[in-house]
Nanobody, 124 residues
Framework: VQLQASGGGLVQAGGSLRLSCAAS????????VGWFRQAPGKERVFVAA????????YYEDSVTGRFTISRDNAKNTQSLQMNSLEAEDTAVYYCVVGSGVLSSTYSPNGWGCWGQGTLVTVSS
């Protein structure tokens, strides 16, 4: 199973980026998908997730209203649209796949499969 994240890069504050994650060896259908990020010197933290049914989305407070997570089960991909980026959003972003219960959504331990990460750098 491999998750390949892409779309990271350097952007000015206030700009936008769209991260994508493609899976091989695994079908997204029936699994929750999401994103975590890890800033330099900090712990890996939850960013966003969408349940396997697509009916519910979850966001970390600081990205609510700026980031949008989506999934396309037919293409086996998920995306994170990031708008109004801030310097504090600078981090390595990881896509994740899992089948955990809702209470585990916000913890790295609640996700069984991780991508390699893509670096997002926001200049102020």
């Amino acid at each position: 199973v491999q998750l390949q994240a892409s779309g990271g890069g350097l952007v000015q504050a206030g700009g936008s980026l769209r991260l994508s994650c493609a899976a091989s060896g695994l079908s997204f259908r029936g699994y929750n998908v999401g994103w975590f990020r890890q800033a330099p010197g900090k712990e890996r933290v939850f960013v966003a997730a969408v349940r396997w049914s697509g009916s519910r989305t979850y966001y970390e407070d600081s990205v609510t209203g700026r980031f949008t997570i989506s999934r396309d089960n037919a293409k086996n991909t998920q995306s994170l649209q990031m708008n109004s980026l801030e310097a504090e959003d600078t981090a390595v972003y990881y896509c994740v796949v899992g089948s955990g219960v809702l209470s585990s959504t916000y913890s790295p331990n609640g996700w069984g499969c991780w991508g390699q990460g893509t670096l997002v750098t926001v200049s102020s």
